[in-house]
């Protein structure tokens, strides 16, 4: 049996303490369209604004707010308002596919957009039901599209102006940004320990707790809670979960 089948199968039961996980989940996303740093601070009184310091990391929640020479921006500790345009640039090295979980969650809090954005789109376009969702390869020019938008600090799956992919497609990318990451979400050693702990479920979540970075363990709760909903629809999707 599978590690992740391993893990899934005691989802429900899957808890942490970890006082700086609980801070990255305590960052819950809202809907943001892109990562930017900001060039230089920016600071206002106004109460509608979001004053940030150079080389803050903020989440773009939208593009033209204010005719376009302001923007709405939440920071890592959740707040939200305005920000001059000027002060903030694309990190277009925390949306590259193969950037580390460990750099991207320090500097934002949340766990990545692609992988955020992908499971949003999968349960809003009953992804959850497609016949072998994870199975069934999307279209490479689609993937690969859908990839360059990403790190090109755009959200092509909330682009309107674009038709909307299979979620074949978004299967597909959700798969590559696991696989281009430097280090595997949950490492090879690791999971022979788990393997090892096959039924003995508190080892396992001791196992991970202790040994595994807690950006990872972040991303891999959120996976877990996505793959859980997943097997509940294994009748439609015919995906297996043991």
């Known amino acids: 049996m599978r590690p992740g089948r391993i893990i899934l199968k ?18 819950d996303v809202e809907e943001p369209i892109t990562v930017a740093v900001a060039t230089r601070a920016y600071v206002s009184a106004l109460s509608d604004n979001l004053s940030v310091a150079k080389d803050e990391h903020v989440h773009i929640i939208s593009m033209d707010a204010n005719g376009g020479n302001q923007l709405i921006a939440r920071n890592a500790d959740g707040n939200t308002g305005y920000v001059d345009s000027s002060c903030l640039c694309i990190n277009k090295g925390l949306l590259a596919f193969g950037c580390s979980l460990t750099e ?21 376009n009953n992804g959850l039901r497609a016949e072998g969702i994870f199975r069934v390869p999307g ?37 590559t940004y696991l696989r281009n990451l430097p280090q595997s979400l949950v490492p090879t050693k690791l999971q022979q320990l788990v393997l090892g702990q ?7 979540r001791e196992a991970l707790c202790n040994y595994l970075p807690a950006e990872h363990l972040v991303v891999l709760r959120s996976l877990i809670r ?17």
Do not use: W
Request: some cysteine; proline content about 4%.
């Open 10 to 27: 005691h989802a429900c039961s899957f808890v942490t303490s970890d006082r700086h996980v609980s801070q990255l989940l305590a960052a």
């Open 104 to 124: 991207y969650c320090s500097q934002v809090r949340a766990i990545p957009i692609v992988l955020s954005e992908c499971i949003r789109f999968l349960e809003a």
């Open 139 to 175: 279209a490479a020019t689609e993937v690969l599209r859908l990839k360059k938008a990403f790190e090109d600090g755009a959200n092509p799956l909330r682009d309107k102006l674009q038709p909307s992919p299979s979620v074949y497609s978004v299967a597909g990318l959700l798969k």
């Open 198 to 204: 096959e039924s003995e479920m508190s080892a396992i």
């Open 226 to 242: 996505f793959l859980a909903v997943l097997a509940s629809h294994q009748d439609e999707n015919l995906s297996r979960f043991s």
